[in-house]
Structure formats: structure tokens, C-alpha cells
């Protein structure tokens, strides 16, 4: 089982940057492939940023070069936290975003979610 609990959300003026964190507790935690994606009101969810195990990072184009996302399992198996730097932020990024670990199709798991605002 693992546990993932995001923060770092807020309101953003247009141009402005947040970090968003992902605290993950669990086993093994350094195999999971982590991700981010987001879903606003009345879209589907959709990918952010994901990175493997190996430090492979995938963007789609629309948050290409303003989007970076990070891990940090160094110091233990059990736990890890995954980043995701969003600069030069726009109204369209709008939505709440939600981490993902994912192994396989079963050993897949969801934060809570947390909601980001970029409004003037």
C-alpha cells in the first residue's frame, strides 16, 4: 500500500510560479514510476509529468519548458517525494492536480489532490 499526500497549491497571478510537492510512504517506493496530472472542472484528467525510476522524465507539449518534475528516494525505500516546478503559469493550468504512483495496472495509486488558481 502507498500513501501519497500532495501540497503546495494555491492562487497564482499569470506568469507566476508554484511548487507542488507529493509525500509518498509505502514499500519499495523506488520502483514507482511517479507522476502528476491534472483535471479541471468539466475536463477529463490528464497527464502532467512523469518520471521513472531511472530519472526518465515524459511532458506533453503543453506544459513543455515550463513543467519540471523531480523524485527524491535517496534516502529511503519507504519514503520519497516527487516535485513538480510550474513556471510562466497560465490561466489555462488552472485545475487541481492529483500525484499518481504507479507500478502496475493494480499497484496504482492517487493523492487527494491539490487545487492550483492562476488568475490576476
Known amino acids: 500500500q502507498v500513501q501519497l499526500v500532495e501540497s503546495g497549491g494555491g492562487l497564482v497571478q499569470p506568469g507566476g510560479s508554484l511548487r507542488l510537492s507529493c509525500a509518498a510512504s509505502?514499500?519499495?517506493?523506488?520502483?514507482?514510476?511517479m507522476g502528476w496530472y491534472r483535471q479541471a472542472p468539466g475536463k477529463q484528467r490528464e497527464l502532467v509529468a512523469t518520471?521513472?525510476?531511472?530519472?526518465?522524465?515524459?511532458?506533453?507539449?503543453s506544459v513543455k519548458g515550463r513543467f519540471t518534475i523531480s523524485r527524491d528516494n535517496a534516502k529511503s525505500t519507504a519514503y520519497l517525494t516527487t516535485y513538480l516546478q510550474m513556471n510562466n503559469l497560465k490561466p489555462e493550468d488552472t485545475a487541481v492536480y492529483y500525484c499518481?504512483?504507479?507500478?502496475?495496472?493494480?499497484?496504482?495509486?492517487w493523492g487527494q489532490g491539490t487545487q492550483v488558481t492562476v488568475s490576476s
Open positions: 499518481n504512483a504507479h507500478w502496475t495496472t493494480t499497484l496504482d495509486y
Open positions: 518520471i521513472t525510476s531511472s530519472g526518465s522524465t515524459n511532458y506533453p507539449d
Open positions: 509505502g514499500s519499495i517506493l523506488s520502483i514507482y514510476t
